[in-house]
């Protein structure tokens, strides 16, 4: 087994690979997550008029979602750090006709050139802060007085066994050091309690938590066993250290992949695993 260093599977550089891989993979990771979307929108219950600004939109799905709702006398502002995911999103409204609007701006320092939003939304866009305090204090400044905050962010690893029976096969050919709690990726706000200090500390108040639970299905509804094996290899960070190891340690890992996947799938479905959320509310 090879060792591999703690900055393996850092990968959060969403301006750039990860960005690219987002998009290059973009309606597979879309279908993955849009119900968990669907329910934090549902959660959120926006009304014509308001004002949202959708925090890490990536591909724009989620902010032509409350466009619509919000209607013309609204406004939706989707921000995100990766031009390339902008830019998709920006041919996404004009295709629809849609009066979502985006802005590429890294949000923990981001100032906009707009009134004061009555909303904030993001579905799994606000865990990769090096520094989460100050960069949801400003996100507060972008806000009106008592606007609401509604985040969906990944529950414990141990929940979300999609991503854990991934890491076990990956670890059989890598050795991957345990993940650092707290630190930016993925599952940094898996505590409520330090998620409530981190909002706390940026003024907000009043965190209140519904729990999504489920099957997630890997590489989007309906793939394969390979082809969820192929989109965690092309799309995943996990993809890149097993690539940085040569092919005879990917073709080894891509085989087990494929067995783990092959019985988590069911016909019709797709590869389906369990998942679990944190729907979190908060106030200015």
């Known amino acids: 087994m090879t060792q591999t260093g703690p900055e393996a599977l850092k990968g959060e550089d969403w301006a750039g690979e990860m960005g690219e891989r987002w998009l ?11 119900p968990i979307g669907t329910a934090l929108l549902e959660r959120a219950g926006y009304q014509p008029g308001e004002r949202v600004l959708d925090l890490g939109c990536g591909g724009g799905a989620t902010t032509l979602a409350i466009a619509e709702a919000v ?3 609204g406004a939706a ?19 629809a006709g849609s009066a979502a609007r985006f802005v590429c701006s890294d949000a923990a320092t981001a100032q906009l050139d707009e009134p004061p939003f009555d909303r904030l939304f993001s579905r799994f866009g606000s865990m990769f802060f090096e520094a989460p305090v100050p960069a949801f204090t400003n996100l507060r400044t972008l806000l ?13 690893p141990r929940d979300n066994l999609w991503m854990m029976e991934v890491m076990g096969v990956v670890r059989q050919h890598v050795e991957i050091p345990p ?25 907000f108040s009043g965190m209140d938590v519904a729990t999504y639970a489920g099957l997630q299905p890997v590489g989007g509804p309906g793939a394969t066993p390979d082809e969820a094996t192929d989109f965690v290899l092309a799309s995943m960070a996990v993809g890149r250290v097993l690539a940085e190891e040569g092919a005879g340690v990917r073709d080894s890992a891509r085989a087990d992949l494929a067995a783990m996947f092959t019985r988590h799938h069911r ?14 509310t908060a106030h200015a």
């Open 267 to 280: 016909a019709g479905e797709g590869v389906m695993l369990p998942c679990k959320v944190w729907l979190v």
């Open 71 to 73: 209607g013309p006398g």
């Open 179 to 203: 993940a650092v709690p707290r630190a930016p990726g993925p599952f940094a706000f898996e505590d409520l309690g330090y998620l409530e200090e981190v909002l706390t500390g940026a003024g």
């Open 77 to 95: 502002l989707g921000l995100d750090v990766a031009p390339m995911l902008i830019a998709r999103a920006k041919e996404r409204a004009a295709a």
């Open 144 to 156: 009106k007085p008592g606007a609401r905050i509604d985040l969906a962010v990944w529950a414990h």
């Open 24 to 34: 290059a993979s973009l309606d597979r990771f879309e279908s993955m997550i849009a």
